[in-house]
């Protein structure tokens, strides 16, 4: 069969940040595409139950609690006394339904169709759409197909969820009241972000965690200063704790952990991990398969073993973020129909919303140990920063990690305001090849957060040349 013996040149199965720039990258070279989705998740788990409402959340909280004013204002400063679930959805359904809009018409006006309903394949170039009725079934033919299905919420099967109670991180959004207290199963991403919100609000949280500490990709003294915090927001840590049963009354919930451990609670959110979306796609007729996680094996340029159907974001695993799922849709897409595409897989950032929030690049302090790369650390707190006392915060920090032996920017860990966005001027850097040096003779604005670059820089480069002048 040739290319343009099929219905179309592309069929995108998902409309989340992968699915979407794969079908908006295909477009642009002038390809004939379809991106199949549930109509009422268009712009998939990102923009309607993961990334876009919770961060959306946050920032509501921050607003509506006054927390990072409290420096300038005082510890009992608030923008609103009585704070509601209703005060924070309703900016979160603001945000959503505008985000929601966004990508339809970026779909759209880039002449992608969008196909109702749930995929699964008849044959490697087949896909049947069920839609939202009985029997409301299609069936379309694509030359290649990418598939950035995603992931659910993995749900342990003893647990009972009740949706009012004892939630997962998709249902938490659909809480009624803001729960005095409330545990949280596992200290990843979501859970440690989504502690960190709810003790801004004034709920006690308890953060039960299997493994001895948590976020140990980042940098220790990074964590170390989140965990300062949360405990000072009244966030209590089980670290080395697994959950063996909830408990659900019509007022409470009770925890109970290996270690005999009762914790009562309002409520209970699991985000112990999450589950590839491809149990529903009838893999095994496309000729592929899935592992235990639900996941898909891909190779460099997100090639499946079939050779015309890609994977793209969370259904192939780590890293599992909005950010690189958009690139790897849109590098499948410009692979499949020859277009030449590289990515720079080594420098991407982490970011991490908490409060405050964390961010980082690069290398961290203990690859470079293991690695023995002899480096520089340099050091920028924000309190000396005028822009840090302007904004009332003084315990944010950026640290530099620099090479000894060629002045290279080697890692950039930043903690607190603007954390997620500072990072990238130490990517840039790090992604040209840059030193040390660009940052100690560049002129950044004044007052800036910034500004904690070239403090960072100077700490840097000053201890190095202390060392040299000893040798
Ligand atoms: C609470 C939370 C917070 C997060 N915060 C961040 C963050 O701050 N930064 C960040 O970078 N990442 C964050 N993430 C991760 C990010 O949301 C995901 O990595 C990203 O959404 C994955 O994109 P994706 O392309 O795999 O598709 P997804 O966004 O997972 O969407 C998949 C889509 O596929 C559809 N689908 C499923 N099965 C089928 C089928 N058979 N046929 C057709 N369509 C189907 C689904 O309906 C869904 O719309 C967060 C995730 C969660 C849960
Ligand atoms: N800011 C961001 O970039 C961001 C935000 C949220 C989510 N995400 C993405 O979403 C993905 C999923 O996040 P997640 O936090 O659900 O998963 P995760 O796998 O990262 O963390 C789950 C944690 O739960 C623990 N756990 C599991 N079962 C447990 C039990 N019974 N008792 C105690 N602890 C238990 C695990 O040890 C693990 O630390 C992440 O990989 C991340 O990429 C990213």
Do not use: W
């Amino acid at each position: 069969m040739g290319v343009s013996d099929y219905d179309f040149d592309l069929i995108v199965l998902g409309s989340g940040p992968g699915g979407q720039k794969a079908a908006v990258a295909a477009a642009k070279l002038g390809k004939r595409v379809a991106v199949v989705d549930r109509p009422d998740m268009i712009g998939g788990v990102c923009v309607n139950t993961g990334t876009i409402p919770s961060k959306t959340l946050r920032e509501a909280v921050l607003y509506l609690t006054g927390m990072s004013q409290r420096e300038l204002y005082g510890a009992s400063y608030r923008v609103k006394q009585e704070i509601t679930i209703g005060d924070l959805m309703s900016r979160t359904r603001h945000v959503v339904d505008r985000e929601v809009q966004v990508v339809k018409a970026q779909l759209l006006r880039n002449h992608v169709e969008l196909v109702p309903g749930l995929g699964r394949f008849l044959d490697p170039h087949t896909v049947c759409v069920e839609g939202a009725h009985r029997g409301d079934r299609t069936s379309i033919t694509g030359a290649f197909v990418v598939i950035a299905t995603g992931s659910r919420p993995a749900r342990p099967a003893e647990i009972d969820f009740d949706k009012e109670r004892v939630l997962d991180s998709d249902e938490v959004l659909n809480l009624d009241h803001i729960p005095s207290s409330l545990v949280v199963v596992g200290a990843g991403v979501i859970g440690i972000e989504y502690a960190s919100m709810f003790a801004a609000l004034g709920t006690r949280v308890t953060v039960v965690e299997q493994r001895e500490q948590m976020l140990g990709f980042c940098d220790p003294e990074v964590v170390e200063s989140l965990k300062f915090h949360m405990r000072d927001l009244a966030v209590t840590f089980r670290f080395g704790e697994k959950v063996v049963d909830v408990a659900v009354s019509d007022r409470a919930t009770v925890t109970t952990l290996v270690s005999g451990k009762r914790i009562l609670a309002d409520a209970v959110l699991y985000s112990a991990g999450r589950q590839g979306m491809t149990d529903a796609l009838d893999l095994e007729r496309a000729g592929l398969s899935a592992d235990d996680r639900g996941r898909l094996a891909v190779d460099g340029d997100y090639r499946t073993a079939v050779e015309n159907i890609y994977a793209v974001g969370d259904v192939i695993g780590f890293p599992a973020l909005a950010a690189t799922s958009t690139d790897q849709g849109r590098i499948a897409a410009y692979h499949a129909f020859g277009e030449p595409a590289r990515e720079l897989a080594g420098l991407q950032p982490i970011g991490i919303y908490t409060v405050p929030e964390i961010s980082y690049c690069g290398a961290t302090e203990a690859e470079l140990t293991a690695t023995s790369v002899p480096y520089e650390v340099g050091i920028s707190r924000y309190r000396e920063l005028a822009r840090g006392q302007i904004a009332g915060d003084t315990y944010g920090m950026l640290k530099l990690l620099v090479s000894t032996t060629d002045r290279k920017l080697l890692g950039v860990h930043v903690f607190g305001t603007g954390a997620t966005d500072l990072v990238h001027i130490g990517q840039a850097v790090m992604g040209t090849g840059g030193t040390v040096d660009y940052l100690v003779d560049t002129v950044f604005n004044y007052p800036t957060l910034s500004e904690a670059y070239k403090v960072a820089a100077l700490d840097a480069t000053n201890k190095i040349r202390d060392l040299e002048r000893f040798s």
